[in-house]
Nanobody, 114 residues
């Protein structure tokens, strides 16, 4: 069983920044992929960014150039640095850990005001 806990969401003005954290209950090297997803009201959950155990990163087109995913193996934590936030980034952001199965966190709300 793997637990992931997100934190760092909040209310920010357009153009501002937030850093989300996803703390895992096991070593990050035991997790194949860690990803950040988001779900806005009335929309499907979508991938924002992911990072593999080997450090390979993937970004949604909407995140490229604005968001950065990184990991601190010692802290067992993955971060999502979000800059130049836009009201369209408003959503609940979820962390997903993939091993032999998927584990999801409870989500953290990000609200960007115009």
């Amino acid at each position: 069983q793997v637990q992931v806990v997100e934190s760092g969401g909040g209310l920010v003005q357009a153009g501002g920044s937030l850093r989300l954290s996803c703390a895992a209950s096991i070593s990050l090297f035991a997790i194949n992929v860690l990803g950040w997803y988001r779900q806005a009201p009335g929309k499907q959950r979508e991938l924002v960014a992911s990072i593999t155990s080997g450090g390979r990163t993937t970004y949604a087109d909407s995140a490229k150039g604005r968001f950065t995913i990184s990991r601190d193996n010692a802290k067992r934590t993955v971060y999502l640095q979000m800059n130049s936030l836009d009201p369209d980034d408003t959503a609940v952001y979820y962390c997903r850990a993939t091993t032999a199965r998927d584990y999801w966190g409870q989500g953290t709300q990000v609200t960007v005001s115009s």
